[in-house]
């Protein structure tokens, strides 16, 4: 009897411990939910095709500090792009490489007059091929007979800027001058970057492109023959976010960052003329 109470008291202590660990063990916690991803943000950049490596670099160092961005840059002769968006094309950001087209957005209700802002400049130099089939060693020499001149067309931003500085030409080559050099073109382009094109692949003796073209890799297939101060000009670049663009924070921030130290230096580095 004393054995078979003891072996009951037992038991009991047993059942009372299992009872007390059971409530001491706290449940397992449930995991979280895996968080969802940052939803990206598409910016797209309609820029002039004189901006293409630049800008290229920029977006880079722009995706950095904004996790999540994407972005899509649409590259052409400044003209082109502002036709494309009168035609509906969408965009956030406008950069132009005159102020002619930015205008031209402005009147057609593309951007509030007011927001675009000067961001860099460029100059104008001539370029030859590097065996220099023409023989070009100077400006004057473009008058010769039987050259082929490459330039843009007379729309695009260097097209015109090529056409007032064969002009200025006039006052130290002869009154016929800028006419002369005319009849030796070959070939309208429509951006800048195919008139470099052009003359890299020989198909010119020479062409007129602003002088951030002459990028490391063009250099080895062209040479520059610089344009005085007199006879340059000054081209300046403007940039808007679009009246209807569908990430205009995302593009006040790019724009922001074009003009900061860091992106002006990348601009300058490029062969541009910061703001």
């Not at 802002?117 to 070009?136: A, E, H, S, W």
């Amino acid at each position: 009897m004393r054995l078979f109470k003891l072996l009951a008291i037992g038991l009991a202590v047993g059942l009372l411990a299992a009872a007390c660990t059971s409530v001491m063990t706290p449940a397992p916690a449930a995991s979280a939910p895996p968080a969802a991803p940052a939803a990206e943000q598409r910016l797209t950049v309609f820029a002039a095709a004189s901006l293409t490596d630049a800008f290229n670099e920029i977006g880079d160092q722009f995706k950095q500090q904004h996790p999540g961005a994407a972005l899509d840059f649409n590259y052409a002769g400044s003209q082109q792009l502002r036709m494309q968006l009168e035609q509906g094309a969408a965009a956030d950001v406008f950069a132009s490489a005159n102020t002619k087209e930015m205008n031209n957005a402005i009147q057609a209700g593309l951007v509030v007059s007011g927001t675009q802002q000067t961001f860099v400049r460029n100059r104008l130099t001539v370029i030859v091929p590097k065996d220099n089939p023409g023989g070009i060693a100077e400006l004057k020499d473009l008058a010769r007979p039987g050259l082929k001149i490459v330039l843009a067309a007379p729309g695009v931003p260097v097209g015109g800027y090529a056409l007032t500085a064969l002009d200025k030409m006039n006052a130290d080559f002869g009154a016929t001058f800028s006419q002369t050099v005319l009849s030796n073109v070959v070939s309208q382009e429509d951006n800048v970057r195919q008139v470099v094109a052009k003359i890299q692949l020989g198909e010119g003796d020479a062409g007129i492109v602003y002088t951030s073209d002459v990028t490391p890799n063009a250099a080895e297939m062209v040479t520059r023959i610089d344009i005085p101060d007199k006879y340059n000009v000054l081209a300046t670049y403007p940039m808007a976010v679009l009246k209807g663009a569908p990430q205009a924070d995302l593009a006040a921030r790019f724009m922001d960052y074009v003009l900061s130290p860091d992106g002006q230096a990348i601009l300058q580095n490029w062969g541009f003329i910061p703001k």
